[in-house]
Every structure is written in structure tokens, then in C-alpha cells.
């Protein structure tokens, strides 16, 4: 098959569909990974895994039990 042949119509129409689905895929995915991303911070700040811990201290509060 030779790929440097001009498209008819009809491939030129396919190329132009599967790229919007491309783009329309990537998009959303984008969109639905930004809103995940942002619900797992909340859910870090609120069990507060992003605080910063003193590791010192939890080691001598667990050699005084």
C-alpha cells in the first residue's frame, strides 16, 4: 500500500472523525483526571496524610509505651 497516494474523500473524512474523537478523548480524560486528582487531595488534607511529621517524636512516644 502505498501511503504518499492522495486520500479520497471518504479517507479524508475518516482521518477527520478519528481525529476529533482523538481530541475529544483526550480532553475528557484530562478533565476527569484533574477532578480525581483534586478529590484525593481533599481526601489527604482530611485523614491528614499531608501533614508533616515529626519522626523523632513518634519514636520516643512508642520507646515510652
Known sequence: ?????????RQQKAVK??????LLLLAS????????????IKLMNYFGLTEKTNQIEIFQEKLNQ
Open 1 to 9: 500500500m502505498d501511503y504518499n497516494s492522495p486520500k479520497t474523500e
Open 17 to 22: 472523525q478519528a481525529r476529533k474523537i482523538f
Open 29 to 40: 480524560g484530562l478533565f476527569i483526571g484533574v477532578i480525581v486528582s483534586i478529590g484525593v
